[in-house]
């Protein structure tokens, strides 16, 4: 009995120890309150590669964070109220800054419905964060993302720091439904089904690569309804959930697993590749000057941006359609900045 105890407690102040001294990373989440911000903050509490939690939110973030904090898990968790001094505290030192803050839609609304509101809950958070930390990688989750990324672009570079490797869109969630749809269909086990989608982060701009798929055979009818589902998939949550928000649990796993595959690549994994929506040199030709593609990543971001690879003229015609909204999307962001700065 003695010693099995004494076995348990070295292990825990070895693993303590380790997790401290190989990963200090510090992270933060602006909107850490929401539907998205309380289960994501939650699965960073779990992760070793995070020493400290900063949890910031116009309401409730001292509250989560106290909660949060009773996790037995070796990091520090603080909560912070609003206020411009609160938010450059949250976000000083951050490896990664997460903004899931802003509205979700509602049975009806298109993610664009929501630019009104959002546009400037993001402009503002960037520009607390772009002076407070310009070098933390910045992770947006809230939409329409196709706006919200560019708006961030262009606060950074107001203040002269903006740096095209550190602003990250986070479309992982995409990918987390097509794997699942797919396994859905063929009855497999969705881990081995990797599923390359690229694009944007709304209806059309959506673009599932299924030629690249364990599946290519998926055609006709049952691919334009597989498609159909991952471009849509937000709509059948939001509809589910009949009014009270969108996609909150399964898109706290995906933004999770982004902020961790950076931690990796920022400790030095090599190979560490996700979907993200980035400043991309892919379809700038069209003037299109962000996209969403598969990106590896290093210590200081996006290390390289894949091409989207073959594709077949079916999945030609996805991202033709795809440009020709990303652009006016993107626009939008660009604009809004400039008209109010
Ligand atoms: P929510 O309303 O539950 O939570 C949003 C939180 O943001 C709230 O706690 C609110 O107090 C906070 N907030 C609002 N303004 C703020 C500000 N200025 N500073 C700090 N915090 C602020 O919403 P949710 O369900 O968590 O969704 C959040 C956003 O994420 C929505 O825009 C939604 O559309 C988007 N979303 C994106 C994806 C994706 O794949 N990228 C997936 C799901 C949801
Ligand atoms: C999603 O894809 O679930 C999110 O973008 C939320 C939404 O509005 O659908």
Redesign the pocket.
């Known amino acids: 009995m003695f010693s099995v105890r004494r076995a348990a407690v070295s292990f825990t102040q070895k693993r303590a120890f380790s997790a401290s001294a190989a990963n200090p990373y510090k992270v933060a989440v ?2 850490a ?5 309380q289960p994501l903050s939650l699965l960073l509490k779990l992760s070793p590669k995070v020493t400290e939690l900063a949890l ?5 973030a001292p509250g989560v964070a106290a909660d949060i904090s009773h996790v037995n898990t070796n990091s520090v968790v603080k909560g912070y109220t ?1 206020a411009p001094a609160n938010l450059a505290e949250a976000v000083k030192g951050a490896e990664i800054v997460l903004i ?6 509602k049975p009806g609304m298109s ?1 664009d419905d ?1 630019f009104n509101t ?1 546009a400037s ?1 993001v402009r ?2 960037a520009d607390g964060v772009a002076q407070a930390n310009p070098n933390a990688k910045l992770l947006i ?3 329409p ?1 196709n706006s919200t990324v560019p708006i961030c672009a262009e606060v950074y570079k107001l203040r002269n720091v903006y740096n095209p490797k550190t602003l990250f869109g ?2 992982t ?1 995409d990918v987390v439904r097509a794997s699942r749809f797919i396994s859905e269909l063929k009855n497999t086990n969705p881990a081995n089904e990797k599923v390359t989608v690229v694009g944007g ?1 709304s209806g059309v701009t959506i673009v599932p690569l299924l030629s690249q798929s364990n599946h290519p055979d998926i055609t006709g009818e049952q691919r334009d309804a597989l498609v159909h589902r991952i471009q849509f998939g ?1 709509d059948e949550v939001v509809q589910a959930k009949d009014g009270a ?4 649990l399964s ?1 706290a796993l ?1 933004g999770y697993r982004m902020a961790e595959s950076l931690l990796r690549a920022k400790a030095g994994e090599s190979g560490v590749v996700e979907p993200t929506f980035v400043d991309s040199p892919l379809f700038k030709d069209a003037g299109v000057e962000f996209f969403a593609s598969n990106v590896e990543l290093g210590p200081d971001g996006v290390k390289k941006v894949h091409g989207v690879g073959d594709i077949d003229s079916y999945e030609k015609g996805l991202i033709d359609a795809c440009l020709a909204d990303l652009k006016k999307n993107i626009e939008k962001g660009v604009q809004f900045v400039k008209s109010n700065p």
């Open positions: 602006l909107g309150s929401g539907g998205i911000g910031y939110d116009v309401r409730g609003p899931p803050a802003g509205v979700p839609r993610r929501l959002n809950i503002d958070l989750i809230a939409n993302v986070v479309t969630l982060h937000g928000g969108s996609a909150t898109m995906a």
